[in-house]
């Protein structure tokens, strides 16, 4: 009772009805008064006229007439009037003795009637606006539904802010919105899953034409040269091992997408994995004469996976080793301070141009002009989503000549 005592619309109802019956009752009080005082104005005219003709029959009776209408009468002398006007034909279930009394009967009778009839209208008209709307927001409900059934998933309700039609309203409107939502990011997937699986055609189909023409030319025996032979070997070694790392790259990254990597997190000094990633691509700056440093002003512990962080690590690196020309520098600086850890990774290379910075975190995206046109298009990718999986995030800052700055940082707060 109590929970349906707090609906708004049921109080509304009750309220209302409660307005509409006081002013009924107002409107049935005034009538009755008005009423009461007419047969009470009949009454007296009626006394009046008998005391009249009693006193014009025996004027040495005056007083006692007027006294016998104006005094209270005892008990005995209503008992005997009772008697005597029963003798006459005068019946107390009827108002047949005085015509105001009739009047003032017959007039009661009317106006309760009429009374109620007008309450009843009232409560009809009011009942059936009230839960009319009521049945209104309904049937909007229901015709929403039907909209989002066939494909209107956009379809938002009026919100009705109280009470349980809001509380629908707000519940529909959350699950249009989810739906939505759902459909999109399903939409999003399906485009994605297709530019993927496009991408990883292309990438794959330059690898598998070379392996298919150098397996052709060794099967026909065209090529009598062993060192034409080799080299023919040795480029399809390097094919496939393109190939190999593509396909575990891939791999790795569709583990990170759906969530499906369990990451080992130990607290770790954040320097000595940047410091392993670096000795890893040691042949790679090392041929191009490039120094690569590393400063930390204290050592910086932090909760990550340091297999995971190492990869994320070495492919930003290398990316800085590849768009940095020979005899060029590398700066590495890892900062502590109490709610982060920052590493900040540093060249002084070819940078990138404004129209590329937007989408180098994007995969598969390979940019144009100085970039290095064997790039699959995959490592920062995938730096940026173990970074994001390891509770960090990471930033770029460069310009066409002026080098490039990768800035990673992991919050404390937001480890487990």
């Given at each position: 009772?109590?929970?349906?005592?707090?609906?708004?619309?049921i109080?509304?109802?009750?309220?209302?009805?409660?307005?509409?019956?006081?002013?009924?009752?107002?409107?049935?009080?005034?009538?009755?008064?008005?009423?009461?005082?007419?047969?009470?104005?009949?009454?007296?005219?009626?006394?009046?006229?008998?005391?009249?003709?009693?006193?014009e029959?025996?004027?040495?009776?005056?007083?006692?007439?007027?006294?016998?209408?104006?005094?209270?009468?005892?008990?005995?002398?209503?008992?005997?009037?009772?008697?005597?006007?029963?003798?006459?034909?005068?019946?107390?279930?009827?108002?047949?003795?005085?015509?105001?009394?009739?009047?003032?009967?017959?007039?009661?009778?009317?106006?309760?009637?009429?009374?109620?009839?007008?309450?009843?209208?009232?409560?009809?008209?009011?009942?059936s606006?009230?839960?009319?709307?009521?049945?209104?927001?309904?049937?909007?409900?229901?015709?929403g539904?039907?909209?989002?059934?066939?494909?209107?998933?956009?379809?938002?309700?009026?919100?009705?802010?109280?009470?349980?039609?809001?509380?629908?309203?707000?519940?529909?409107?959350?699950?249009?919105?989810?739906?939505?939502?759902?459909?999109?990011?399903?939409?999003?997937?399906?485009?994605?899953?297709?530019?993927?699986?496009?991408?990883?055609?292309?990438?794959?189909?330059?690898?598998?034409?070379?392996?298919?023409?150098?397996?052709?030319?060794?099967?026909?025996?065209?090529?009598?040269?062993?060192?034409?032979?080799?080299?023919?070997?040795?480029?399809?070694?390097?094919?496939?091992?393109?190939?190999?790392?593509?396909?575990?790259?891939?791999l790795k990254?569709?583990?990170?997408?759906?969530?499906a990597?369990?990451?080992?997190?130990?607290?770790?000094?954040?320097?000595?994995?940047?410091?392993?990633?670096?000795?890893?691509?040691?042949p790679?700056?090392?041929?191009?004469?490039?120094?690569v440093?590393?400063?930390?002003?204290?050592?910086?512990?932090?909760?990550?996976?340091?297999?995971?962080?190492?990869?994320?690590?070495?492919?930003?690196?290398?990316?800085?080793?590849?768009?940095?020309?020979?005899?060029?520098?590398?700066?590495?600086?890892?900062?502590?301070?109490?709610?982060?850890v920052?590493?900040?990774?540093?060249?002084?290379?070819?940078?990138?141009?404004?129209?590329?910075?937007?989408?180098?975190?994007?995969?598969?995206?390979?940019?144009?002009?100085?970039?290095?046109?064997?790039?699959?298009?995959?490592?920062?990718?995938?730096?940026?989503?173990?970074?994001?999986?390891?509770?960090?995030?990471?930033?770029?800052?460069?310009?066409?000549?002026?080098?490039?700055?990768f800035?990673?940082?992991?919050?404390?707060?937001?480890?487990?």
């Amino acid at each position: 009772m109590k929970d349906i005592l707090k609906n708004p619309e049921i109080m509304k109802v009750l309220q209302l009805n409660f307005i509409v019956a006081v002013i009924f009752s107002l409107v049935l009080y005034i009538f009755l008064d008005r009423m009461a005082i007419n047969a009470n104005n009949g009454l007296i005219k009626t006394n009046g006229a008998a005391m009249e003709t009693l006193i014009e029959a025996h004027p040495d009776m005056k007083d006692e007439v007027v006294r016998a209408f104006t005094k209270k009468p005892t008990k005995e002398m209503l008992e005997k009037g009772i008697e005597l006007s029963n003798q006459y034909g005068f019946d107390q279930s009827e108002y047949n003795l005085n015509i105001s009394l009739k009047t003032f009967h017959n007039q009661l009778i009317i106006l309760t009637f009429s009374i109620f009839i007008l309450y009843f209208l009232f409560n009809v008209l009011l009942i059936s606006s009230q839960f009319g709307s009521v049945f209104m927001k309904i049937n909007e409900v229901h015709e929403g539904a039907q909209k989002i059934i066939n494909g209107n998933y956009s379809l938002r309700l009026n919100d009705y802010r109280e009470g349980e039609l809001g509380k629908l309203s707000a519940s529909f409107n959350r699950m249009s919105s989810i739906i939505e939502n759902t459909l999109n990011n399903l939409k999003e997937e399906k485009i994605f899953l297709k530019n993927m699986m496009q991408d990883i055609s292309h990438q794959l189909k330059t690898p598998l034409s070379s392996l298919k023409i150098f397996n052709e030319l060794l099967l026909n025996q065209n090529i009598k040269d062993e060192d034409t032979m080799d080299e023919f070997l040795h480029e399809s070694k390097k094919q496939l091992d393109k190939m190999e790392w593509l396909i575990i790259n891939l791999l790795k990254m569709a583990r990170l997408d759906a969530g499906a990597i369990d990451f080992k997190n130990e607290k770790r000094s954040i320097e000595e994995t940047v410091c392993e990633s670096i000795s890893l691509l040691k042949p790679m700056y090392t041929l191009k004469n490039q120094k690569v440093s590393v400063e930390s002003t204290d050592k910086a512990y932090f909760k990550h996976d340091k297999k995971w962080l190492l990869e994320a690590f070495s492919n930003i690196i290398k990316n800085c080793i590849e768009h940095t020309g020979d005899n060029g520098e590398i700066k590495i600086h890892v900062y502590r301070s109490p709610i982060m850890v920052k590493v900040t990774i540093e060249d002084n290379g070819s940078g990138i141009s404004k129209d590329d910075l937007p989408h180098i975190f994007e995969r598969f995206y390979k940019g144009k002009g100085v970039y290095n046109k064997s790039s699959t298009g995959i490592g920062l990718s995938m730096a940026k989503s173990i970074i994001e999986n390891q509770g960090g995030f990471i930033t770029v800052k460069s310009a066409v000549s002026a080098g490039t700055i990768f800035n990673i940082v992991f919050l404390y707060e937001q480890q487990k």
